[in-house]
């Protein structure tokens, strides 16, 4: 039982680059988020989705897109990568109790 | 809006020791609490949950936490800590209304566990 499981597990890239980063969990669950981690800031919701189909802005969405086109996966895009975005990349799934289970993460570089 | 206070961002005990981990919440209504702990370069794994069926909520590797409304606190415990235990702790409430399928994190304590 893999749980959540996060591609890439590290990342550098230049500024101005785009990226995907794909999350896929085997649990069935209806919700994902997409979440940053940066030193002293705990974690920051980027997007999140209730179901397949839909996504919505969470509390640090500028710069970043989404996608939830099969249940299972959810993937966050950047567009146009800035030195801003370097941090540590979270993808987290729940049913309605919303008990998270997280991936360990994407460690994203721009330089 | 809510909002979650880790009161310590850095904790030191000895191995063999009592853990308390403090945290206070702001919340309009009662909400679900949870403690999350992560490892060095690895996600995060729920510890316990408090969902209003009792106040002293029991969860895995020994720790417990205690909800006290009257003092909005969510504070975690453990009788006896592991050089395992080292890790970083966060405090989570879920969110309400529009923020009903979020959960606010506080900024995380780290604990050190001296052999």
């Known amino acids: 039982n893999a749980g959540v499981t996060q591609t890439p597990k590290f990342r550098v890239l230049k500024t101005g680059q785009s990226m995907t980063l794909l999350c896929a969990q085997d649990?069935?669950?209806?919700?994902m988020y997409w979440y940053r981690q940066d030193p002293g800031m705990g974690l920051r919701l980027i997007h999140y989705?209730?179901?397949?189909?839909?996504?919505a802005k969470g509390e640090v969405p500028d710069g970043y897109n989404v996608s939830r086109l099969k249940k299972q996966n959810f993937l966050l895009g950047l567009e146009s990568a800035a030195p801003s975005q370097t941090s540590v990349y979270f993808c987290?799934?729940?049913?309605?109790?919303?008990?998270?289970?997280f991936g360990d993460g994407t460690r994203l570089s721009i330089l | 809006a809510q909002s979650v206070t880790q009161l310590d961002s850095h904790v030191s005990v000895s191995e063999g020791t009592p853990v308390l981990l403090r945290c206070n919440y702001s919340?309009?209504?009662?909400?679900?609490l949870f403690w999350y702990v992560q490892h060095p370069n690895k996600g995060l794994q729920l510890l316990l949950k408090?969902?209003?069926?009792?106040?002293l909520v029991k969860g895995i590797n020994g720790f417990e936490a205690e909800f006290k409304k009257s003092e909005t606190s969510f504070h975690l415990t453990k009788p006896s800590a592991h050089m395992s235990d080292a890790a970083e702790y966060f405090c989570?409430?879920?969110?309400?209304?529009?923020?009903?399928?979020?959960?606010?994190f506080g900024s995380g304590t780290r604990l050190l566990v001296r052999p």
């Open positions: 987290a799934s729940s049913y309605w109790d919303r008990e998270e289970h």
């Open positions: 649990m069935n669950h209806e919700y």
């Open positions: 989705s209730v179901g397949e189909g839909t996504t």
């Open positions: 919340s309009s209504y009662s909400p679900s």
């Open positions: 408090y969902t209003s069926a009792a106040t």
């Open positions: 989570v409430v879920s969110g309400e209304g529009d923020s009903s399928y979020k959960l606010i």
